[in-house]
């Protein structure tokens, strides 16, 4: 009886067992990834002084509450001598924008430079 099985035979058990692997491998990877606690991290730019800066910290802060404790993260950094401001408030801000069009209320995500 083995010696009538042909290579097409073998050549399908195989490949059989490639997808139950990549299923069950699939599955697992799945689960890791529903385990894994996924952050997010927003920095909002404002000034006291500008209008649409509260209500940018209103609906950003309430987004942020939304979430689960920790799953957002909120800085909340003032610029251009508003009084609450700090030098590396200011430089982290230039940083972002470079010499591209800056105002605030200015947000950015996970630390990259785009701009929302």
Request: glycine residues 6%; aromatic residues 12%; proline residues 3%.
């Amino acid at each position: 009886m083995l010696k009538e099985v042909n290579s097409k035979t073998i050549l399908l058990i195989i490949l059989v067992l490639i997808f139950f692997c990549s299923v069950i491998i699939n599955v697992a990877a799945a689960e890791q990834e529903e385990k894994i606690q996924k952050n997010v991290f927003i920095e909002l730019f404002l000034n006291a002084d500008f209008t649409h800066c509260p209500k940018a910290v209103f609906y950003l802060e309430e987004l942020a509450w939304s979430y689960k404790p920790g799953g957002v993260i909120l800085v909340e950094a003032h610029i251009w001598g508003d009084g609450y401001d700090i030098p590396q408030t200011n430089d982290r801000y230039s940083w972002y924008t470079g010499e591209g069009v800056q105002g605030t209320p200015n947000v950015f995500m996970n630390g990259l430079t785009e701009r929302i």
